[in-house]
């Protein structure tokens, strides 16, 4: 546990009160750029959005220590972040106390939800390098974005097309090699081509903690003044070993996982409308180990697990009667319309078809006939299931006069196994001046059970084909204060969730359950602010400080929670670039966490998690303007460190490495 904690966060995180003033000016200059957001279905820049959103820019990206999305996403307290290793091995997200679950994931605006899991919405195809920003809204958003969005969503944009050429490569302890290439042309008439690839591999950092990972993505289109089209198509590979991650009795785990989208981006704009339409085709493919097999692991002979001599402690047909296959597709078409009305704001109209379905050999109904695995001639699919979502959404954005503001608009949903569901939100916001504004605001939210949730029933784990969808009252007051070279975002928020989905494991019981749960009651708050300078002694570029609070009641007793009531207490992050030379940098992050919940630890003893202080930092040369070199420590402090209970993830990590750009 990390004694000194406390005592640092109440140190470093007030000195952002006291150098803000030594070193702020006054609006002169117009330095932090608006960006357009998704706190709403009409886009808006940044401090007109009547949400808490949050955007992490592409110059904070480039200059951070980070060498996955998932490491990127830590940086905020907006975020819960809970990751089972490295280099974006599995990482979960939770937004205000939610699970992995509620949180919805997006690329370019297109969801990545996977019908088998949460834990698959992380599996991407990104790379920090060819990432231009990230956004994030924090509170329910099914009004926006259907189901899913339960506790909040982000939005990850990459980079947009142009001439350039780049290369990024960084090795460091554990074997590890971290590599990243792109290219991307713009010609003639606005057509363009990008071509983006990266690997990364380790060791491991203890047993059973290797990785190998590598992603390739080709983007093709054309960009015009009053319309564009965009056509992307992306394929991912990752292999790890998953030391604990679901079974302490059974530690040595592994996964490989496939991943391969395709979509179709088209948008056309006129004078009074803005069209846009989005096919997208996603397919993932899931291995799971529940005994590592091959060199030096376990081998399967005569039915029995066996690794150096020993057998496994039971006959896998008693439960385990060989690996876990997946294969799930996700088929989507959306069409958006938004009308520009002049003086009663803008209309946003769109529908939106979504198929899912699934091929298991331990999730859905029986099929009549086995599909034989791909590249597995002993392994069969033998279960499959299957459901259509429909979707029709109004939101209208409307100016009420120079100080007040409405937005509202509602969600309708059609489902074949669940049935039809109207969602409802609204925001008021009112502008004090031009740099001051606040808002208050209520969404409905839902998000219907994945097929783990429903089918799951292998070696103690049981789900259950009667659950229905989860829903919420979200509730949320803030405020908003903008300035040329600062900004400060304030949140109040309340979740009133109803039918909870968890699982969880009752009194006197071994047996791990899927339940709608009675009800839960979360309350929080969340702040974030940011300060650029200018020219100052202390040589600082600008600072961030973001923090926040979650907290919740529950109605009922009797049982242990896994996912619902294991959430993130407090999270208190600070970021710091320090420019001392115009060839030579320095980022600095610390990240505090605090966990409320507890987990039952090898030896069947109920444990809290530790208070953990992790602090990165990154220096950076330039030798030329489109050459650098860079090094970079994480959890400098070398605490011990687990997201998920019980497993932990790597203390001091150096790594090293260049980047070239032309």
Not at 28 to 39: A, H
Not at 144 to 151: D, M, N, P, R
Not at 326 to 353: C, I, K, P, Q, Y
Not at 409 to 419: A, E, I, R, T, Y
Request: glycine share 8%; net charge positive; with cysteine.
């Amino acid at each position: 546990m990390c004694r000194k904690c406390p005592i640092i966060v109440k140190t470093v995180f007030p000195f952002v009160f006291i150098i803000t003033p030594l070193f702020a000016q006054k609006d002169t200059s117009v330095v932090l750029k608006e960006v357009s957001v998704i706190g709403s279905r009409t886009e808006k820049p940044l401090k007109e959005t009547p949400r808490n959103v949050w955007v992490i820019t592409a110059d904070e990206i480039r200059q951070s220590a980070s060498r996955s999305v998932n490491e990127l996403l830590q940086y905020s307290a907006l975020l819960d972040v809970r990751s089972r290793g490295p280099l974006d091995a599995q990482t979960d997200l939770s937004i205000r106390g939610g699970t992995f679950d509620q949180a919805l994931v997006m690329v370019n605006g297109i969801k990545m939800l996977d019908p088998q899991t949460g834990h698959h919405q992380m599996n991407l195809f990104l790379h920090p390098t060819n990432i231009e920003r990230i956004e994030i809204l924090p509170g329910g958003a099914s009004r926006l974005y259907g189901q899913g969005a339960f506790s909040g969503a982000i939005n990850i944009v990459t980079k947009p097309a142009s001439n350039r050429i780049l290369a990024d490569l960084s090795v460091g302890d554990f074997g590890l090699v971290n590599a990243a290439a792109g290219w991307s042309r713009s010609y003639k008439k606005g057509f363009f081509v990008q071509l983006f690839g990266h690997l990364g591999s380790h060791s491991g950092y203890m047993e059973n903690t290797d990785l190998n990972s590598y992603a390739a993505t080709l983007s093709l289109g054309r960009k015009r003044s009053r319309s564009s089209w965009e056509w992307q198509t992306s394929f991912h590979n990752k292999r790890f070993g998953a030391q604990n991650f679901y079974s302490f009795r059974f530690p040595f785990q592994q996964e490989e996982i496939r991943l391969f989208t395709s979509s179709f981006h088209y948008r056309k704009k006129s004078d009074l409308w803005t069209h846009t339409f989005i096919a997208f085709y996603r397919e993932h493919q899931d291995r799971f180990e529940l005994f590592r097999e091959g060199p030096g692991w376990f081998r399967r002979t005569n039915g029995l697990f066996i690794r150096n001599g020993d057998t496994a402690r039971f006959s896998p047909t008693l439960f385990y009667t060989g690996h876990n296959f997946h294969r799930t597709h996700v088929a989507s078409a959306e069409w958006t319309s938004t009308l520009d009305m002049g003086f009663f704001g803008f209309l946003n109209l769109g529908t939106e078809l979504r198929s899912e379905w699934i091929y298991s050999n331990r999730l859905g109904s029986p099929l009549s006939k086995p599909v034989q695995v791909s590249g597995y001639p002993d392994a069969f699919y033998n279960r499959y299931a299957q459901r259509l979502n429909i979707a029709f959404t109004i939101d209208h954005a409307l100016p009420i006069n120079d100080k007040w503001s409405v937005n509202y608009g509602l969600w309708v949903n059609q489902n074949s196994d669940f049935g039809r569901r109207t969602f409802f939100g609204a925001e008021l916001q009112y502008k004090y001046n031009q740099q001051t504004s606040m808002w208050a605001g209520y969404n409905k939210a839902f998000r219907i059970p994945t097929y783990t949730d429903l089918y799951y029933n292998v070696g103690g784990a049981v789900g259950s084909i009667d659950l229905q969808p989860e829903l919420a009252d979200n509730y949320e007051i803030g405020v908003r204060k903008t300035f040329h070279k600062s900004v400060f975002n304030g949140s109040v928020y309340l979740r009133d969730a109803k039918s909870l989905i968890d699982w969880i494991v009752r009194e006197n019981s071994n047996l791990v359950e899927a339940a709608n749960l009675t009800a839960v009651l979360y309350w929080g708050a969340d702040a974030q602010y940011k300060q650029l300078f200018d020219a100052n002694p202390l040589k600082i570029s600008w600072i961030q400080l973001s923090t926040g609070y979650n907290d919740f009641r529950r109605q009922f007793s009797g049982f242990q929670s896994v996912y619902a009531l294991d959430i993130l207490q407090w999270k208190g992050a600070f970021v710091m670039h320090h420019a001392l030379t115009k060839a030579l940098d320095f980022n600095y992050s610390f990240v505090y966490l605090k966990r409320s919940g507890t987990y039952t630890d090898a030896f069947d003893q109920i444990q809290a998690y530790p208070d953990v202080l992790l602090v990165n930092l990154k220096t950076q040369y330039r030798i030329k303007e489109n050459y650098a070199v860079y090094a970079e420590i994480t959890n400098l402090l070398n605490q011990m460190h687990m997201d998920r209970g019980g497993i932990l993830l790597p203390g001091r990590w150096l790594r090293a490495g260049a980047t070239l750009q032309l």
